[in-house]
Nanobody, 122 residues
């Protein structure tokens, strides 16, 4: 069974840091592109960051560029999102996603995780 499972969410003060993890199972992780999305209350889900299967390239939304870093460990079948200098507007449910092509993984992923809540207090 193909599955993505996020962890690492929680409550943090503004200016703080969190690292999210997403563990994959049932897929050949080293051959798929990965992404993080988020959805704040009352808003549509939005793209945050993506990374190619080899980690050779990354792509970020303007709103997180310079503060968030996406990375992956293919041996552990895990993708990470390091979030620094967090702001209250970063509060959302964060989802990891997988896709077969790098452009498509940030617009129409093939697989979604269940999400993990991140709350940033002011």
């Amino acid at each position: 069974q193909v599955q993505l499972e996020e962890s690492g969410g929680g409550l943090v003060q503004a200016g703080g840091s969190l690292r999210l993890s997403c563990a994959a199972s049932g897929v050949i992780f080293s051959s798929i592109n990965m992404a993080w999305f988020r959805q704040a209350p009352g808003k549509e889900r939005e793209f945050v960051a993506s990374i190619t299967y080899s980690a050779a390239s990354t792509y970020y939304a303007d709103s997180v560029k310079g503060r968030f870093t996406i990375s992956r460990d293919n041996a552990k079948k895990t993708v990470y999102l390091q979030m620094n200098s967090l702001k209250p507007e970063d509060t959302a449910v964060y989802y990891c996603a997988a896709g077969q092509t790098f452009p498509m993984v940030r617009t129409r992923p093939d697989l979604w995780g269940q999400g993990t809540q991140v709350t940033v207090s002011s």
